[in-house]
């Protein structure tokens, strides 16, 4: 294979084969990370602050930033200033990470799981209200891949019956809808840092809050209840009166976070470059893509790129495979976790796609050249 085309970032050795993910380490994350170590803050510190201040100026508009050890502490965040409580009904899509539906486990909610849109893998919008009832405290939807839910559908059914709306972003971090950062839209939004996500910080998340007066209780809820503010300031008079956990973010994984927002414009036109030479040379009739680069609603800011296969999956996997093309799944229905309580019978459309999707590369490490080669493959039959 030739680099000939999106060569900004480093590119796989020939022998590597292509694998599904490879991190992105961004170039200045050595010198930040060493200036974290060699100073006094390795904890919860002030690039912690910074990092939270860049995220706000570049995505957030007013919304307000909490970092956090990783994504599920996000979510669980998130689903407590919800006021979610135990008994409640949380409608959630059945198709995600299972870190999107176990938080509120925590709770001891219920999550109710709706099927899936067969175009985009996120929310059957037509399949949510019937399943509202006066125990239903919130939707949660899931970007999945970096397409955004149809956020205005979402908003007018969470008005109408007074619901906290909560956004799963792990995927879609720069993702736009109707020309808005999509993370400023909904009650509450998270992002995930995890390793292989399109910025990481090792491990680390997000939280987003609509709502700027509950950013005090979000902070507490990070660190054991306790107003960290106060405490600093010398004075410990302060009760503690709700129960917090240990979910704050580090200095060391905001250093790698400062780092990379310095190549994050970058690194979400790599990805979307990317999903559309996908989206032109993907011609076999056997395939679909699911979403698309981009439309006049939206701009997908592409984490995966998935596509339908008509039949014959493991076959397409094990062809890739033996021209050391990684591809999988990556997540599954969560109604198969005996957690969640068993498989239900009230998704037809997951049933439909469920032995049917397949994720293919997509990261900074790969080009033009490598996305031609595994297209070809797919193109070529199986």
Known sequence: ?????????????????????????????????????????????????????????????ACEPL??????????????LA??????????????????NLPLLYIGAHPIFADIDTESLNLDIADLEHRITDKTKAIVCVDYGGVPNDYDALRGLCDKYDLKLISDAAHAMGTKYNNQYACQLPDFTIFSFQAIKTLTT??????????????ALGKKLRWFGIDREAKQGGIWENDIVDV????????????????????IDNIIKHRNSLFKCYQDLLTSERVRLVGLAETSQYFNSAWLVTIIVDSGRVELMN?????????AQVHYRNDRYSVFGGRKNDLPNMDALEDRYLVLPLHTRINYDHVKEICEVINGGW
């Not at 062809?319 to 591809?327: F, G, H, M, N």
């Open 202 to 215: 090792g491990d680390g998340g997000m939280l987003i809050i609509k709502d700027p007066s509950l950013l």
């Open 67 to 80: 970092a956090v050890g990783s994504g599920t502490d996000a979510l669980h965040i998130a689903y407590l």
């Open 1 to 61: 294979m030739k680099n000939k085309a999106m060569n900004e970032f480093p590119l796989l050795n020939e022998d590597e084969g292509v694998p599904l993910f490879y991190p992105h380490i961004p170039e200045g994350a050595i010198a930040e990370v060493s200036d974290t170590l060699s100073g006094r803050w390795i904890g919860q510190g002030p690039k912690v602050d910074r990092f939270e201040s860049q995220i706000k100026e570049k995505f957030l508009g």
């Open 244 to 263: 917090g956990y240990k979910y704050q973010m580090n200095d060391i994984s905001a250093a790698i976070g400062l780092a990379g927002l310095k190549e």
């Open 83 to 100: 006021g979610i409580c135990p008994g409640d009904e949380v409608i959630v899509p059945v198709f995600t990470c299972t870190a999107t």
């Open 319 to 327: 062809k890739l495979r033996s021209k050391k093309i990684e591809s």
